[in-house]
């Protein structure tokens, strides 16, 4: 799988994105626009992070509520636990420097990080909108878009899953990620929708 080799292993992952050997990290990718909610996260985190005193989140992309998000980690006491990484060039490499998964956006149509996240084998949570529910199907965790409450029940229960469940989650992941998503699988999809075998000659 072409996604899969291109992966960095973790230990150089971490190094590369400066992440220490022993943290516990939640990862964001995504642009820090509106849509992505990312201030939802933060607000989930903050309220889990006392109970996971080894856990950081790791956001990974830049954009227009930098600043924002910097004040509200600051108004939170959150710094040195939440990172905004700034632009990773080619992050899907970084993804085994991560534990766990989640992707907050609203409008999120097709979401090809979580497709990453999923070939990288992390566990995931992702919001109930757009069409990241429609990709991780039941290999991922799903809270109401916005609510920093639901999510921050998700984060626990990604955070207390065990070596033996994440490595069940991963085979599962693979499993839907190779029946769904394969170049192959994608064009059988493609051209069974209604609307394109409309325009379909004879």
Same mark, same amino acid.
Request: proline share 5%; net charge negative; hydrophobic share 50%.
């Given at each position: 799988?072409?996604?899969?080799?291109?992966?960095?292993?973790?230990?150089?992952?971490?190094?590369?994105?400066?992440?220490?050997?022993?943290?516990?990290?939640?990862?964001?990718?995504?642009?820090?626009?509106?849509?992505?909610?990312?201030?939802?996260?933060?607000?989930?985190?903050?309220?889990?992070?006392?109970?996971?005193?080894?856990?950081?989140?790791?956001?990974?992309?830049?954009? @227009? $509520?930098?600043? /924002?998000?910097? =004040?509200?980690?600051?108004?939170?006491?959150? &710094?040195?636990?939440? *990172? !905004?990484?700034? #632009?990773?060039?080619?992050?899907?490499?970084?993804?085994?420097?991560?534990?766990?998964?989640?992707?907050?956006?609203?409008?999120?149509?097709?979401?090809?990080?979580?497709?990453?996240?999923?070939?990288?084998?992390?566990?995931?949570?992702?919001?109930?909108?757009?069409?990241?529910?429609?990709?991780?199907?039941?290999?991922?965790?799903?809270?109401?878009?916005?609510?920093?409450?639901?999510?921050?029940?998700?984060?626990?229960?990604?955070? @207390? $899953?065990?070596? /033996?469940?994440? =490595?069940?989650?991963?085979?599962?992941?693979? &499993?839907?990620?190779? *029946? !769904?998503?394969? #170049?192959?699988?994608?064009?059988?999809?493609?051209?069974?929708?209604?609307?394109?075998?409309?325009?379909?000659?004879?």
């Amino acid at each position: 799988h072409a996604m899969r080799r291109q992966l960095l292993a973790r230990e150089e992952a971490r190094d590369a994105l400066g992440i220490a050997r022993d943290a516990f990290v939640f990862a964001n990718v995504g642009r820090l626009h509106p849509d992505k909610d990312q201030r939802t996260l933060i607000d989930a985190f903050a309220a889990v992070a006392e109970e996971m005193p080894d856990a950081q989140l790791l956001i990974v992309g830049e954009g @227009r $509520l930098r600043d /924002a998000l910097t =004040a509200q980690i600051a108004a939170l006491g959150l &710094e040195g636990r939440v *990172r !905004l990484t700034g #632009p990773v060039p080619a992050a899907a490499r970084y993804f085994k420097a991560f534990d766990r998964f989640v992707l907050s956006s609203d409008h999120e149509p097709f979401g090809m990080v979580l497709l990453e996240a999923m070939v990288a084998g992390l566990p995931i949570a992702v919001s109930d909108c757009g069409g990241g529910p429609e990709v991780v199907g039941a290999t991922g965790l799903a809270f109401p878009l916005g609510d920093s409450a639901a999510l921050a029940q998700c984060l626990r229960q990604l955070y @207390r $899953l065990s070596a /033996a469940e994440c =490595a069940d989650w991963g085979r599962r992941m693979d &499993e839907r990620a190779l *029946r !769904l998503f394969t #170049p192959q699988a994608v064009a059988d999809v493609f051209w069974a929708l209604p609307f394109v075998r409309e325009r379909l000659p004879g």
